[in-house]
Each structure stands twice: as C-alpha cells, then as structure tokens.
C-alpha cells in the first residue's frame, strides 16, 4: 500500500500569509495527486489534481506542485474563508489520503 | 448539475448491517466510478472501496475486505454501499464520491452518518 505523510498536522496563520503544506509518498506516484478542503460538517472538495491541475471555480491563490514522492499545496494570501483542514490524496494505485492538515487562526 | 444525494442517517446494533444509497444526477452515470470513503468522529478520510459504474467492476480496501460490497443500479442511476458485521469502530460519516479518471473525486455526497451502537 502506498502511504500518504502530510506535514504539519496543525498550522497556525493570520489572513494574507502565504501557506505551504507538503505531502509524501512512500513511493513514486509521479503526477497522480489531489488536494482536498474540507470544514466542519461538510464533504471535502477538490481543489487541485494531477498535482498542480486547479479544479474549476477554485480561487486561484491555490497552486498545487510537485511530482514523485514530494508535493506542495500553498495558498498564497490566506482568506478567512480558507481556514479549514486540507488533505492530499494519491490515486497512482488505488486510493489513499494523507492524515490532514488543519489551518488554523493564530 | 452534477449532484449526489445520500441516503439518511442509520442507527444499527453491533453485528447487524447497513446500506447506504448514493443516487447521482446530471450526468452519464455509466461513464464515472463511485468510490466511498467513510469519516470517524474528529479522524481523517479513509478510501473504502471503488466500483465501476460501467461494468460492476470493483476494489475495496484491504481492512474491509469480506465485510464490504458496493453494488450499482444503472437503471435509477444510484450506487449503494452495504457493510457487515458492524463494530463501534465502524461509526462514521460515509460518503460517496464520483471518481474520473486521473482527476480526483468530484463531486461528493452530503455524507451519512451510520452509528454503531447497543
């Protein structure tokens, strides 16, 4: 099975911060990574795919990159609307989720 | 516009079964994938399992194996998920999601929240 770290768990940020969330790979899965948002009580929704595709409608202080085992989400300018808890997701095998990565306000 | 609706929420005592329902709409539901992919309480996503819409063709993860089947119902356009042999463990929000090749789940359901219970 190939297993998704996701660093940090927590992150600490005020409005107009720029952001950077790395996710691993425990082995290659060259571009085939999806990021996710996700609040409170509500389902996750895609953001980026193929590594650094962005989803339509999403902003576009999100950038995905990366490819291999290594992979970035940043948001560029932090929104209030963006404090939530962001996961990566493989799809080169199967499907797996990295833990999560909660944004909070500092 | 491409919508998933999920069944309600379930109560079920330890050992029994539950069935969850997906029903897509606005689009061709053949031409997608259905994955499910269930959320404890204050825990990560965790992948279940996949189903091919077009020909039944499915993956479940290696933990559920035997426990779990995802079926569909290409004449009302929905997919179901039925898992057995409930533990407390297995308390979760389950979601469906449609899966297209090489870009992600997109969109999800509202979620069902099944609670495992004596």
């Known amino acids: 099975d190939i297993q998704m770290t996701q660093s940090p768990s927590t992150l600490s940020a005020s409005v107009g911060d720029r952001v950077t969330i790395t996710c691993r790979a425990s082995q290659s899965i060259s571009s085939w990574l999806a990021w996710y948002q996700q609040k409170p009580g509500k389902a996750p929704k895609l953001l980026i795919y193929k590594a650094s595709s962005l989803e339509s409608g999403v902003p576009s202080r999100f950038s995905g990159s990366g490819s291999g085992t290594e992979f970035t989400l940043t948001i560029s300018s932090l929104q209030p609307d963006d404090f939530a808890t962001y996961y990566c997701?493989?799809?080169?095998?199967?499907?797996?989720f990295g833990q999560g990565t909660k944004v909070e306000i500092k | 516009q491409v919508q998933l609706v999920q069944s309600g929420a379930e109560v079920k005592k330890p050992g029994a079964s539950v069935k969850v329902s997906c029903k897509a709409s606005?689009?061709?539901?053949?031409?997608?994938?259905i994955s499910w992919v269930r959320q404890a309480p204050g825990q990560g996503l965790e992948w279940m399992g996949w189903?091919?819409?077009?020909?039944?063709?499915?993956n479940y993860a290696q933990k559920l194996q035997g426990r779990v089947t995802m079926t569909t119902d290409t004449s009302t356009s929905t997919a179901y998920m039925e898992l057995r042999s409930l533990r407390s463990d297995d308390t979760a929000v389950y979601y469906c999601a449609r899966e297209a090749r090489g870009t992600g789940f997109d969109p999800w359901g509202q979620g069902t929240l099944v609670t495992v219970s004596s």
């Open positions: 606005g689009y061709t539901f053949t031409s997608y994938g």
């Open positions: 997701q493989q799809y080169n095998t199967l499907w797996t």
């Open positions: 189903i091919s819409a077009y020909n039944g063709n499915t």
